[in-house]
Nanobody, 120 residues
Framework: VQLQASGGGLVQPGGSLRLSCAAS????????MGWYRQAPGKQRELVAE???????SYSDSVKARFTISRDNARNTVTLQMLSLNSEDTAVYYC???????????????WGQGTQLTVSS
């Protein structure tokens, strides 16, 4: 299963940006899709995730500013980010966990990462 992320870039403080990620391959179902980020010198951390049923969870640092959504039919996940600040600067990775078609094996796949830089 492959994930292709897009939408990163340079944004001014207070600005907004949307990240998108599409999963492709031998997918039977995706249980959870999410976004993680890794800032320089820090560990990768969960930003937000969403289940196939629409249940969401967010890290405290982004709650009320970021919104995660997904399209189950298209196997896509989107992260809408508002009120960005310098602490949001990081490489953002999308993640998907589910079951493959055919052999019905679990998968835990990662996108290639997209850079978000918040700076004036």
């Amino acid at each position: 299963v492959q994930l292709q992320a897009s939408g990163g870039g340079l944004v001014q403080p207070g600005g907004s940006l949307r990240l998108s990620c599409a999963a492709s391959g031998s997918i039977s179902r995706i249980s959870v899709m999410g976004w993680y980020r890794q800032a320089p010198g820090k560990q990768r951390e969960l930003v937000a995730e969403i289940t196939s049923g629409g249940t969401t969870s967010y890290s405290d640092s982004v709650k009320a500013r970021f919104t995660i959504s997904r399209d189950n039919a298209r196997n896509t996940v989107t992260l809408q980010m508002l009120s960005l600040n310098s602490e949001d600067t990081a490489v953002y990775y999308c993640n998907a966990r589910g079951i493959t078609r055919g052999l019905s094996r679990p998968f835990d796949s990662w996108g290639q990462g997209t850079q978000l830089t918040v700076s004036s």
